[in-house]
């Protein structure tokens, strides 16, 4: 039902969006973007990025009377605020309000604060507002019961948009709002519209609006002065946990009578999905498995297909297992799981049902997936790779990342011997370096004088020594043992190496190792090579401050960070592409002057009720490279909820990464 549901909503947006496009309105500047933003490697120069960012020369509106007749709008229409914005000003700088000061007699309130797709205003809302002023001509009751009555038709009630969050405050007249919030109302348990007003902050000022506004928050005061934190408000700036397959999306409580949070994790609450304000429900029922993780372990393996291929069962990114556990393994499909799943729509019980589909998962199923998957694409449960895999000894943490590297051909396995745990060589981290400067570059390395070094002539160090990744004089030692920093500072020389020799270019970044208890211990030559590493993920931390510099490296730490490496240039900052890019003809989507989603969830772009929306020119950190239900369709980057720090995952085609100079 609700894969129809999603199918009917993008029908209807098109529409509407073709609908809006129908109306005069101001339109962007058709900027004549450099070669970098098109091809096959699009990207944003610093400079470009900032053009765009949607929080840099953030903005104030002031909308008076005065501007709206001198707009040429008639101050009677019923949809003025609408047409104002509309005409005025172009995506882009509204994305850049920050601040609106509104000075007019009844005011519409739909184009400021929801996306609400029965009308043809949805589209002009200033996305990034986070303080709006209103005037003493304003009627506050008459406004806020029109902005719950925008919100209960708006499909995207349940995101950070403006009036969703306490990131947004509205500034009221204190004569306006003598009982607070909940006073508002001559029916003051009408809990629908005290769920929908308590989401964003409320606070009252004395006097005149405009010199309010210069003094700005320190003017103004909470109309609260006694907390009491027992109200459900399931927005998404007080989520504690969202939706997994193992629990439903948690909130904290909130102020009964100003919507404050209260931010406390051992007092929370579960709703059941739901536009309305819904019950509180219980947690530990089925909730549906997202599987786009492609992790080569033991426990994933299934066999080797026709084609001489090894072949792994996907496994779920939130509880980690993988496909056939999570619907026939009793430790995860338990019997909970099949009442709230089936239900009566099987006619056995849980005893039989296990019986059947344990059978068929080792046999119908698994023929299935070990054919199904190739080198090229992925079956719908299972992923296939080539037959070489580490069979030495690692850590059971390591595994994944260790065989992806054999993989990316990373690891010349007859230098490491069968003990991964050990402490690793020059020579071997050497190895791993070239192999990754070659692979990423698409060059082979040529190496110096085999006279080059006294004590040895491997290719390895010779090429190390060419690429810049060694010193290429003196004795080389290829049997002493490197410290984590030393294994740092090679890697990153391969990837500056590989930066000097292809297109790749990598992320902006501020390093910021004095987090760490340790960081004094990083000696001089490796903190620029430390920093980078670390602030991409290439390295791992020892613990929470620690980063342990000086300390010997074993050969899987090596090998894992090798295997990170291999993804530098997808980690890092990027940025919403804007509507002046569509206007420029650089890009197709129409999505970006829209909205944006944190998706990924099974065969819902939609990704369930609860979004965190990007408008263009927004920035966010990626942590690692595409991901996706396969690898010829992994087309969303996965990115942190700016809320609670959980991973979250975005439309890769609707973002740019930005590149240093």
């Keep these: 039902m609700k894969k129809y549901f999603s199918k009917i909503l993008i029908l209807i947006s098109i529409a509407i969006f073709n609908l809006q496009n129908s109306f005069a309105q101001k339109r962007s500047p058709a900027y004549v973007w450099p070669e970098n933003t098109k091809g096959e490697y699009p990207y944003y120069t610093q400079a470009q990025a900032d053009f765009l960012c949607s929080d840099i020369n953030q903005t104030t509106l002031v909308i008076t009377e005065e501007k709206i007749k001198k707009a040429g709008i008639n101050p009677n229409s019923s949809e003025k605020i609408s047409r104002y914005l509309n005409e005025t000003t172009t995506p882009e700088e509204r994305a850049r309000i920050k601040t609106i000061i509104l000075d007019v007699a009844n005011p519409d309130a739909e184009p400021l604060f929801a996306y609400n797709w029965l009308t043809n205003w949805s589209h002009v809302y200033p996305r990034n507002l986070k303080n709006l002023w209103l005037s003493s001509k304003v009627d506050i009751r008459k406004f806020l019961n029109e902005v719950i009555d925008v919100k ?35 029916n003051p348990d009408d809990l629908l519209s005290v769920y929908l007003l308590l989401r964003f902050k409320t606070k009252t000022y004395s006097g005149d609006v405009y010199s309010a506004a210069k ?25 504690y946990k969202k939706s997994t397959c193992k629990n439903i999306n948690k909130y904290y409580y909130s102020c009964e009578f100003c919507g404050k949070c209260e931010y406390n994790p051992n007092h929370t609450f579960s709703y059941e999905l739901s536009e309305e304000k819904p019950e509180p429900i219980e947690d530990g029922r089925f909730y549906g498995h997202h599987f786009i993780d492609h992790k080569i372990i033991k426990e994933n393996f299934i066999g080797i297909n026709s084609r001489g291929e090894r072949v792994y069962w996907k496994s779920c990114s939130q509880c980690g297992n993988n496909v056939k556990d999570c619907n026939s393994s009793p430790k995860v499909f338990n019997r909970a799981t099949f009442d709230y799943a089936l239900g009566t729509g099987f006619d056995g019980t849980y005893e039989q049902y296990m019986e059947i589909i344990t059978k068929q998962w080792k046999t119908i199923y698994k023929d299935e997936a070990l054919e199904n998957a190739s080198l090229e694409f992925d079956g719908l449960n299972s992923f296939a790779v080539l037959d070489k895999v580490a ?16 993989q990316n051909g990373l690891v010349d396995e007859k230098l490491f011997g069968n003990d991964y745990t050990a402490k690793i060589t020059k020579l071997q981290c050497a190895s791993l370096a070239v192999n990754l400067a070659e692979k990423l570059s698409g060059k082979e390395i040529t190496p110096v004088s085999k006279l080059a070094f006294p004590d040895t002539e491997n290719i390895y160090a010779r090429k190390a020594a060419a690429a810049g990744i060694a010193k290429s004089s003196g004795t080389f030692n290829p049997n002493a043992i490197l410290s984590r920093q030393q ?6 020389r391969a990837l500056q190496y590989v930066k000097k020799n292809s297109h790749i270019k990598y992320t902006p970044y501020t390093p910021k190792l ?12 490796a903190k620029e090579p430390m920093g980078f590493m670390d602030t991409l993920g290439l390295i791992e931390k020892t613990s929470e401050k620690t980063i342990s510099p000086e300390t010997p490296c074993t050969i899987e730490t090596a090998i894992v960070t090798a295997s990170k490496s291999f993804y530098a240039d997808k980690i890092g900052w990027y940025q919403a592409r804007t509507a002046v890019e569509a206007d420029a003809g650089f ?12 998706c990924a969830l099974p065969s819902n772009d939609f990704g369930g009720w609860l979004k965190y929306i990007y408008t263009g ?45």
Aim: glycine share 6%; with cysteine.
């Design 587 to 598: 890009y197709s989507s129409n999505r970006t002057a829209r909205h944006f989603l944190d």
């Design 152 to 186: 209960r038709k708006s499909i995207f009630a349940s995101t950070n948009a403006p009036m969703n969050s306490w990131d947004c405050t509205l500034y009221v007249p204190e004569n306006q709002l003598p009982k607070g919030m909940r006073g508002i109302f001559e």
């Design 514 to 525: 004095e987090k760490y208890s340790d960081s004094a211990q990083i000696a001089k030559w």
């Design 391 to 406: 069979k030495a000894k690692i850590s059971g943490k390591t595994e994944n990342d260790v065989n992806w590297a054999f």
């Design 215 to 239: 003094l700005g928050d320190k003017a103004t005061k909470l109309h609260c002065n006694n907390h009491v934190y027992n109200e459900r408000l399931a927005t998404i700036d007080k989520l």
């Design 487 to 492: 294994m740092a500072t090679y890697f990153y």
């Design 617 to 661: 020119g927004t920035r966010i950190w990626v942590t690692g490279p595409r991901v996706g239900s396969s690898r010829d369709y992994a087309r969303h980057y996965p990115t942190k909820n700016p809320y609670n720090g959980e991973t979250i995952y975005v439309i890769a085609e609707d973002f740019l990464p930005i590149k240093a100079d």
